[in-house]
């Protein structure tokens, strides 16, 4: 649909608090104040990181190649306190669910510079073929093809799941992109 006027104000996600972001991390938009509260009282710990989202992240893919793709650096901050509950959840083999593409890049990403606290920029690039080190789970929307995201997702379970799943949301009229609906892979 046509952006609206409402849109200034709700093309936002809950948990954002500085500026930098040309768009919001849309998976984030399935959450509000009351589904948090709800996983906290259950039990899930939740953690916060800040991402300022760049056009990289929805720049379509032109290269035959995809390993020739190469991926808009993007701000990230993750502090100290948010590293060592990973490492505590990992060394207790607890699931680390990341809630978008971009904390799934960024989670890895610091994985790769050796699981410290980082300011700076992120321009990891996954494809199918990736090792995930941290992820055990993502929230994410569905994707447009010829999209990095599409691709981080079938990194992460395979493109025939990939794909299944999503014939079968548009046979089911689930919507796409930044409104969509979102899927929980596990």
């Given at each position: 649909?046509e952006p609206?006027?409402?849109?200034?104000?709700?093309?936002?996600?809950?948990?954002?608090?500085?500026?930098?972001?040309?768009?919001?991390?849309?998976?984030?938009?399935?959450?509000?104040?009351?589904?948090?509260?709800?996983?906290?009282?259950?039990?899930?710990?939740?953690?916060?990181?800040?991402?300022?989202?760049?056009?990289?992240?929805?720049?379509?893919?032109?290269?035959?190649?995809?390993?020739?793709?190469?991926?808009?650096?993007?701000?990230?901050?993750?502090?100290?306190?948010?590293?060592?509950?990973?490492?505590?959840?990992?060394?207790?083999?607890?699931?680390i669910i990341?809630?978008?593409?971009?904390?799934?890049?960024?989670?890895?990403?610091?994985?790769?510079?050796?699981?410290?606290?980082?300011?700076?920029?992120?321009?990891?690039?996954?494809?199918?073929?990736?090792?995930?080190?941290?992820?055990?789970?993502?929230?994410?929307?569905?994707?447009?093809?010829?999209?990095?995201?599409?691709?981080?997702?079938?990194?992460?379970?395979?493109?025939?799941?990939?794909?299944?799943?999503?014939?079968?949301?548009i046979k089911?009229?689930?919507?796409?992109?930044?409104?969509?609906?979102?899927?929980?892979?596990?």
């Amino acid at each position: 649909r046509e952006p609206e006027i409402m849109d200034l104000e709700r093309y936002q996600t809950i948990f954002a608090e500085k500026e930098g972001s040309i768009a919001a991390p849309t998976a984030g938009f399935h959450f509000d104040k009351e589904l948090l509260n709800t996983l906290e009282k259950k039990g899930i710990i939740i953690k916060y990181i800040t991402l300022h989202v760049g056009y990289g992240t929805f720049a379509p893919i032109k290269v035959r190649d995809i390993r020739k793709h190469k991926i808009e650096p993007e701000y990230i901050e993750i502090e100290n306190e948010v590293i060592k509950e990973i490492k505590k959840a990992l060394s207790e083999k607890r699931r680390i669910i990341a809630v978008g593409t971009t904390v799934v890049r960024t989670l890895e990403f610091v994985a790769q510079k050796g699981l410290i606290p980082y300011k700076g920029l992120c321009d990891l690039y996954i494809y199918p073929g990736y090792t995930f080190k941290i992820v055990s789970s993502m929230i994410t929307n569905f994707h447009l093809p010829k999209s990095s995201l599409l691709l981080l997702v079938c990194a992460f379970a395979g493109k025939e799941l990939i794909f299944n799943a999503y014939k079968e949301a548009i046979k089911r009229k689930y919507r796409f992109y930044s409104y969509g609906d979102a899927t929980f892979i596990i």
